[in-house]
Nanobody
Framework: QVQLVESGGGLVQPGGSLRLACVAS????????MGWYRQAPGKQRELVAT???????DYIDSVKGRFAISRDNAENTGYLQMNSLKPEDTAVYYC??????????????WGQGTQVTVSS
């Protein structure tokens, strides 16, 4: 079985920073793309940032220059560094990863989510 566990969320003032982490554990042979999504109350879940196994990254326009996605392949861990946070960044943040499993089809897994609240 595979699990993704996020951490690092919390309450922060506008302009502050948080660093989210996503640790993948279980029967993992490797990880392809990893991504961070977020879902605000009453809104659809949206893709925030992605990173390939080779380290190529992509971001939605609203977080470019403020957020940075990274990964540690040896530790099966992904990160989202969030700087200059705004109230509109408030949401539950979810990690998603395409996991390579020996003897099983590759598939995407989700974490349980971590709440990020930006408020004064």
């Amino acid at each position: 079985q595979v699990q993704l566990v996020e951490s690092g969320g919390g309450l922060v003032q506008p302009g502050g920073s948080l660093r989210l982490a996503c640790v993948a554990s279980g029967s993992i042979f490797g990880i392809y793309d990893m991504g961070w999504y977020r879902q605000a109350p009453g809104k659809q879940r949206e893709l925030v940032a992605t990173i390939t196994s080779g380290g190529s990254t992509d971001y939605i326009d609203s977080v470019k220059g403020r957020f940075a996605i990274s990964r540690d392949n040896a530790e099966n861990t992904g990160y989202l560094q969030m700087n200059s946070l705004k109230p509109e960044d408030t949401a539950v943040y979810y990690c998603n990863a395409r996991i390579i499993r020996s003897g099983w089809p590759n598939r995407n897994f989700w974490g349980q989510g971590t709440q990020v609240t930006v408020s004064s």
